[in-house]
């Protein structure tokens, strides 16, 4: 027996050497990925504003914008402050591409772009777009991408016909999607910068569709031209029949009408290539369309599926700390800004430590689910659940009074002391000991609120646990 007992200590020792270099090796990618994300936001907060300085310009909605952009980056402002911000410069873009004439407008990102009869007029249009397109990737993607978008810059100046465009698509699209995969920056700005980048390429396509449709017009009109003319020649024609003593008169302007004849015979030939080119291009785009649309449906997906696993947790999940920091600062900058109250909950599982030391992990696992399952129904859609560390988890309630919140933690706690599990045919109980705190004048950070919501946890273990205390 004590042989067995020894191997079995000797095996949880060598477990729990593996578990620490795992944890080692964790905390090292960890480190460099936040070094990663912290240069790429030193040289987007150093350049960024100095760019925004140049393109200003003084006394528009956007130039405005921008400006205020550029002084909020410098000064380190909260994420929520940038959102508002860029929430302006979007409207005041909205406003100069499609508001009414105004003196001295600044031109819009795509007022060079308008449908024109001419195939080339129309490929330096499509081409200037796609170049300004490039150019914001230049701007705002790493330089790793520099020789990638050059390429395409460099295929751009050679494209001949509108066909071609497909293949400048595609590239764009594919290096999108490497840029996804590879990024570590907030997903929020990753998806908007995707959704700005997209909305662009769709601007210009949905031009180039009224350009076919400008273009298809046209070719009617001529069509019915040539019908009408035939028709009246062959009513001059009639005319002259009838005529016979004006011979020479009806030589001569028979000899004219066979020329004009001859040239809508041309033009008609003419007019029907154009026609078929078109209807290549057109059914060409409509391809090239549906397909950028399901690009676009999948790139938004896949973004949106790596947001939601950077953002938690994967044994229980609810949201992870790195999702808590990010939402706790925002409702602290809005408290800041606009006096909106909040409140915090932590919560704690009482001796969990016991629980996994006595029915093993799998069983504390399951607990941890298991409080997730039964508190995520009590929350409304804005609350946040998170989990901040081990056994202790973080509830965030905007618009919430400590009453309301107090009211809400004692729910909390009535369903999870509800939660039992049979091991060996022995029953396992759990319960949780609730801190809650509001914020309040005064506080400056996010920190003053929980370290009040913690000193309530505590309080509450100190009074026999299995209880909610306010702070």
Request: charged share 30%.
């Amino acid at each position: 027996m004590a042989e067995q007992r020894d191997d079995k200590i000797d095996q949880l020792q060598a477990e729990i050497i593996k578990l620490r270099s795992q944890k080692d090796h964790l905390l090292k990618e960890l480190d460099a990925v936040e070094a990663q994300y912290g240069n790429l936001d030193s040289l987007y907060r150093r350049y960024f504003p100095i760019i925004l300085d140049v393109l200003s310009e003084e006394g528009t909605a956007l130039g405005d914008a921008c400006i205020q952009l550029g002084a909020a980056m410098r000064k380190k402002a909260s994420p929520a402050k940038i959102e508002y911000i860029f929430n302006q410069i979007k409207t005041a873009m909205i406003q100069e591409d499609m508001g009414p004439a105004a003196p001295k407008k600044k031109r819009g990102f795509f007022s060079t772009f308008r449908k024109n009869s001419s195939e080339d007029q129309m490929l330096n249009n499509l081409r200037d777009s796609y170049q300004n397109v490039v150019n914001h990737l230049k701007s705002n993607l790493d330089k790793k991408y520099t020789r990638k978008l050059e390429l395409i810059t460099s295929n751009l100046l050679k494209i001949g016909d509108i066909q071609a465009f497909e293949e400048v698509r595609e590239n764009i699209f594919s290096l999108i999607f490497n840029y996804i995969s590879e990024t570590s920056q907030d997903r929020e700005k990753v998806n908007a910068f995707i959704r700005d980048i997209v909305a662009r390429i769709f601007e210009i396509e949905k031009r180039l569709a009224s350009s076919y449709e400008h273009t298809s017009s046209l070719l009617s009109s001529n069509q019915g031209f040539g019908s009408i003319l035939n028709n009246e020649m062959a009513g001059i024609k009639k005319s002259f029949d009838v005529a016979e003593s004006l011979d020479d008169l009806r030589a001569k302007i028979s000899t004219g009408l066979a020329s004009i004849e001859k040239a809508l015979q041309k033009k008609q030939k003419v007019d029907q290539a154009i026609s078929r080119l078109a209807e290549k291009s057109k059914t060409s785009f409509a391809s090239g369309f549906a397909k950028l649309k399901q690009e676009l449906q999948v790139a938004t997906k896949y973004s949106e599926e790596l947001e939601k696993k950077l953002n938690e947790d994967q044994l229980t999940g609810a949201k992870n700390r790195r999702a808590y920091d990010k939402k706790i600062e925002e409702e602290m900058d809005r408290f800041l800004r606009y006096k909106n109250i909040f409140s915090l909950l932590i919560i704690d599982v009482d001796k969990f430590k016991n629980i996994n030391d006595t029915y093993g992990h799998a069983i504390g696992d399951r607990c941890l689910q298991e409080i997730i399952k039964r508190t995520r129904p009590l929350l409304r859609k804005s609350d946040m659940l998170a989990r901040y560390g081990g056994e202790e988890f973080v509830l965030i309630m905007p618009e919430t009074n400590r009453e309301g919140a107090t009211q809400v933690a004692e729910k909390i706690r009535q369903t999870i002391e509800k939660i039992e599990f049979l091991y060996k045919e022995e029953t396992v109980r759990v319960t949780v000991s609730i801190g809650v705190s509001c914020i309040k004048e005064g506080d400056k950070s996010s920190k003053d609120l929980f370290e009040r919501a913690d000193m309530a946890v505590y309080k509450a273990k100190e009074n026999g646990r299995n209880q909610v205390m306010t702070q």
